[in-house]
């Protein structure tokens, strides 16, 4: 009995009610715009080097330690995101693969190795081989994108996170902020075909996302009652409705305009211009669509 009462005192309580509020902050935000910066620019690179290879060769050691910086303001990010920052290392010795977070760190960590190799390559100026290496980068990169995807798709009662939708906007967001970076990375040392190939990538990812957002806001209602739910922050008086819309028109509308604009002026000033957009338009919208779902109360 005695023994009994003494367990009984020494219980502990891990949790007892929903957490309240926002639980993933504008952290998460940057964690995904920046990764979506350090995959998308290896995506270009890789596509560059087929397409315009003269053109594009001297972008070897800029973009590997673009997509270095940002990685790693990525996993910073990731870092401090956690409850237990301290704890991280508990991921890779006491790893549960059925874990999207556990699995992504690995897929992170390997990406950034690989990232590494290419700043090394290229600054040794050893270009077949970091060909090879770019290869197996690009379609890390892949897995990578799409992790946070799938670590969305977890989430219990946010049906605005499905996993088809957030997989495709996830990669779009990838080949816009990339396409974005290398045209404003690349400079002069892109011809004008390079740059007019980019701004295509640009302003087709900025179309289908736009797409996409716009029939999640249109028939996602009718997906379910809490989508409906949602939906009320950002239409009508809803308190994100300004943000929502500000970020669509800067990420995806104006650049799809600009891009048409300096096709047609053959200008680059407006190219670029449409590059700054979207960077900062995928910003605000990545954090719109993170925190609505939070705000809708679990019970």
């Not at 350090?38 to 070897?60: C, Q, Y």
């Not at 995807?149 to 997989?167: N, V």
């Not at 799809?256 to 407006?270: A, Q």
């Amino acid at each position: 009995m005695a023994h009994e009462i003494l367990a009984a005192t020494n219980a502990v309580v891990t949790l007892d009610v929903a957490l309240p509020g926002i639980v993933w902050p504008w952290l998460v935000t940057v964690n995904m715009w920046a990764k979506s910066i350090g995959t998308g620019v290896i995506f270009m690179l890789f596509m560059l080097l087929r397409m315009h290879p003269e053109s594009a060769k001297n972008l070897r050691l800029p973009t590997a330690i673009v997509a270095f910086v940002f990685i790693n303001i990525f996993l910073i990010f990731t870092l401090a995101d956690l409850h237990q920052p301290f704890r991280m290392w508990h991921i890779f010795v006491y790893s549960n693969f059925t874990s999207a977070i556990a699995v992504g760190s690995f897929m992170a960590s390997g990406f950034l190795g690989l990232l590494t190799l290419l700043v090394f390559l290229a600054w040794k100026k050893k270009d077949e081989t970091y060909d090879k290496v770019l290869l197996w980068t690009t379609i890390l990169a892949i897995p990578v994108t799409l992790y946070t995807a799938a670590l969305m798709a977890q989430c219990t009662a946010r049906e605005i996170w499905q996993m088809p939708t957030e997989s495709a906007q996830m990669i779009l967001a990838a080949l816009l902020s990339g396409s974005a970076v290398m045209i404003l990375v690349g400079g002069n040392k892109l011809s004008y075909e390079a740059k007019k190939t980019l701004g295509v990538v640009l302003g087709l990812s900025a179309f289908m996302a736009f797409t996409i957002y716009m029939s999640e806001y249109i028939f996602g209602p009718m997906k379910a009652e809490e989508v409906a739910a949602v939906m009320d922050y950002i239409k009508g008086d809803g308190p994100y409705t300004v943000m929502f819309w500000l970020g669509q028109w800067i990420a995806y509308l104006l650049p799809m305009v600009f891009i048409l604009l300096s096709r047609s002026s053959k200008s680059e000033s407006i190219l670029k211009l449409a590059a700054i957009f979207a960077l900062v338009g995928l910003a605000i919208v990545k954090h719109v669509w993170l925190i609505i779902p939070q705000l809708l109360p679990m019970s």
